[in-house]
């Protein structure tokens, strides 16, 4: 398969590492899925929002108050209130 057509695949959201940890918490996915070897996920839980981006050498997650990788996803989200 060639570079070019990898980066056009089609990844629904939930094959995603990500997605089973942040629906546990109650969060929403906005973005059903991502196109590409990188790709990022907005979630949403009342007004609080966390982007994960994932993919080739991509596994972080950002929001207002903190940024991860993904080993650190789950314990942020057991911290909130």
């Given at each position: ?25 109650g969060y929403e ?24 981006t994932t993919g ?26």
């Amino acid at each position: 398969m060639s570079l070019a057509i990898a980066d056009q695949k089609v990844h629904p959201v939930e094959s995603q590492w990500h997605y089973p940890i942040l629906t546990e918490f109650g969060y929403e996915p906005l973005d059903k899925e991502g196109v590409g070897l990188v790709r990022s996920y907005k979630y949403q839980k009342g007004d609080h929002v966390i982007t994960v981006t994932t993919g080739a050498n991509a596994d972080y997650w950002e929001a207002n108050d903190g940024f991860g990788y993904w080993a650190d996803l789950k314990p942020y989200l057991q911290k909130l209130p």
